[in-house]
């Protein structure tokens, strides 16, 4: 029955989009990441927010409760099931996060220090981002802390603005327009997202505040307007497409060593074969079960993990297989339930051990 459904919709899966978080250290990422996970698990019953592996995945129910707050400036539907965000704040990271050739992360966040402006990973971060083509959202955080801030927990901060002393628009529009200045000498074009005059060449940027939770609305509703704006294509979960990133390999009781991974692209079900780089060659394997964490409200001690039959991109997952214990994190892994995807599989392995062993060589 479970399958009927998934051919049935297997025409018109839609990814979800992968949303990295960076930017300068103590700007507040894992202050707004916490935010946004408590305000979802408040915000809605179904479906639930999971706590992954290096990810959290935000079911498009829970989005919609925050997005419904700013529907009358700023409209956005997700049309996708959720949003996978990536929790690996850092600049070493972002650049670790790859697929074969180009960046897991369809779509960024760059958090900014309204009191600080830009600084030396902000720099750092906006020329990887560049680099990567990758398109992004500016959160300038902490405005809270501007003169005489008037705090309505949770609001979007384009209405918390309306609720501000004349003394208080100053203060902040001294500081933001530093800060676009800033960004201007660094060929980087940005603007409120709510008063953008071209969103095609300036990137937006949405006023939030970790502690109070200010502007979350805001910052989904552009991750899902310009996520749907880019990806486009790339939005669906097509056929035949697989692309698996392995993130880490671990020991877990009771499941043995597991990897955990990126699912960016496909499907994967709990009876794959798979074939993935290990220290001494090609693993080939069996997944025995392919898992998710459950949703945060339901934490127990034991039971940790939900199974699954498949799941669909974009997901964060967990797969026990025999042999994983020489699996290497940050390579791809290849599925081979045929004789042909298993040549195909241990051929893409191989070349990416050898790009591996290159660049090894050249540091
Ligand atoms: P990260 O290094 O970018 O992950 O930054 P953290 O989330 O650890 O935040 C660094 C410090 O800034 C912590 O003391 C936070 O409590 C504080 N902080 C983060 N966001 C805000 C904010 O919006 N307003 C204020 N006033 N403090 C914040």
């Known amino acids: 029955k479970v399958e009927d459904k998934e051919n049935k919709k297997q025409r018109e899966i839609l990814r979800s989009p992968i949303v990295c978080i960076l930017g300068h250290v103590d700007t507040g990422k894992t202050t707004l990441l916490d935010k946004l996970r408590g305000t979802n698990v408040q915000g809605g019953e179904a479906g639930g927010i999971t706590q992954q592996i290096g990810a959290t995945y935000f079911p498009s129910q829970n989005i919609a409760v925050e997005i419904e707050k ?78 005489d801030w008037k705090t ?38 940005a603007a409120l997202y709510w008063d953008n005059p071209d969103p095609k060449t300036y990137f937006p940027i949405v006023p939030t505040s970790g502690v109070t939770g200010e502007g979350i609305p805001d910052l989904l509703s552009v991750v899902i307007k310009y996520t749907s704006m880019y990806m486009k294509s790339r939005m669906v979960v097509k056929q035949d497409a697989f692309n698996c990133t392995v993130m880490e390999v671990k020991k877990i009781d009771g499941l043995g060593v597991t990897i955990d991974a990126i699912l960016v692209d496909g499907t ?24 998710t964490p459950y949703p945060m409200k339901e934490i127990r001690v034991k039971a940790e993990y939900e199974h699954h039959n498949f799941i669909h991109a974009s997901m964060g997952i967990k797969i026990s297989a025999p042999d994983l214990e020489e699996a290497v994190a940050g390579s791809q892994l290849y599925l081979a339930n045929t004789n042909d995807e298993e040549q195909t599989a241990i051929d893409l392995v191989m070349s990416d051990y050898n790009q591996v062993k290159k660049k090894v060589k050249l540091v």
């Open 70 to 147: 700013c529907n009358q400036h700023y409209p956005a539907e997700l049309k996708a099931p959720g949003l996978l965000v990536i929790d690996t704040p850092g600049h070493e990271s972002f650049s670790n996060l790859r697929t074969r050739g180009s960046s897991l992360c369809d779509f960024a966040i760059l958090v900014i220090d309204l009191m600080h402006g830009l600084e030396q990973q902000t720099l750092e971060s906006l020329n990887l981002l560049k680099m990567r083509k990758t398109p992004f959202v500016i959160a300038l955080n902490k405005i809270d802390r501007t003169y």
């Open 268 to 291: 994967i079900r709990q009876d794959d074969k798979i074939v993935l780089l290990g220290f001494n060659g090609p693993i080939k394997t069996k997944i025995r079960a392919l898992l």
């Open 152 to 189: 309505e927990e949770f609001a979007s901060s384009y209405i918390s603005f309306k609720n501000q002393s004349k003394e208080n628009k100053n203060d902040f529009n001294h500081r933001y327009n530093q800060i676009i200045t800033q960004l201007a000498e660094n060929s980087f074009n």
